[in-house]
């Protein structure tokens, strides 16, 4: 009989933690590669003239590399402009942001930190609102906005998305909120702060990689929102960029697909841009956050 040697017997541990970390990395390769293809298919698309898109032949890249399809997509006269649309949907998307940040850090704060009749009646009633479809809200917002000499304004939208956006906003900011021991604000009170001074110089940090968490997620929701904006926004001066790209949509079913993907590239830029922009100030706020605390 053969006996295993310890550094044999060390060996098999080691053996199958490197397996299963190439195991996980192959597995985060692949979930990566299939996030990321979409993307790179739309950008390879609206690179290739419609002529070539409409081929049977399959280009995994463009091979006559072409801007044309941005340049149509930007200047077109025959269809309705891009730069108005997107000052539309960056004034709404915005707003709601900033507006709802505000509200909603406040009602986090209120459900958290102080206790009060209906409190739980509140939070189930957030939960609820969450559950209900936009599509059902249809006909009640417009007939309100409509009432209100609201439709095809900036100011109108906004309201809407504002309503959308608000109970997510609260729950999540709630839960950032919650998480914060008030053991903190009590210290720096014992030390000699006022409540307000303790809650800006040693809460409020902490909560800041929260606040942008939950803004990142408000500002897709409201960039990428379609049914109220058709609704409630359908003018060319006023549509939003995702009622925009459905004018790229013929009815006799003639669509220049490589146009309409250079229209989704343009579309998504703004949000890659905020994200990687807040990203970077996320991580610096949790880490200034930890060392605060």
Not at 175 to 190: C, D, K, R, S, Y
Not at 248 to 261: H, Q, R, S, T, V
Request: net charge positive; proline share 6%; charged share 10%.
């Amino acid at each position: 009989m053969t006996t295993l040697t310890p550094s044999r017997r060390l060996g098999s541990p080691r053996l199958r933690r490197r397996v299963g970390s190439v195991l996980a990395a192959l597995a985060g390769l692949f979930v990566f590669a299939c996030s990321v293809f979409p993307v790179y298919w739309m950008v390879n698309t609206s690179l290739q003239p419609n002529g070539q898109v409409r081929g049977s032949t399959l280009r995994l890249w463009p091979e006559n590399l072409t801007f044309d399809n941005y340049l149509g997509v930007i200047f077109d006269h025959d269809r309705a402009p891009f730069l108005p649309a997107l000052g539309n949907s960056l004034a709404v998307t915005l707003l709601t942001v900033a507006v709802s940040l505000v509200f909603a850090f406040l009602a986090a704060l209120a459900v958290t930190r102080f206790r009060f009749r209906s409190r739980a009646a509140f939070i189930v009633t957030i939960l609820i609102i969450q559950m209900i479809p936009a599509e059902a809200l249809i006909i009640s917002v417009f007939r309100l906005i409509d009432g209100w000499q609201l439709l095809n304004t900036v100011i109108g939208l906004t309201a809407v998305y504002l309503a959308t956006v608000l109970p997510f906003t609260i729950w999540t900011l709630r839960g950032f909120v919650n998480g914060v021991p008030i053991e903190l604000e009590e210290a720096a009170m014992i030390d000699g702060l006022s409540r307000s001074q303790a809650f800006w110089r040693v809460t409020f940090p902490l909560l800041a990689p929260g606040l942008v968490a939950t803004g990142v997620f408000g500002f897709i929701q409201a960039w990428n929102e379609f049914v109220f904006a058709l609704v409630l926004n359908p003018r060319p001066e006023a549509m939003t960029l995702p009622v925009w790209l459905r004018t790229f949509l013929d009815p006799n079913g003639g669509i220049n697909w490589a146009e309409l993907m250079a229209g989704s590239t343009l579309v998504s830029i703004p949000v890659v841009v905020f994200f990687l922009i807040v990203q970077s100030r996320m991580t610096s706020g949790l880490v200034s956050g930890a060392v605060k605390g």
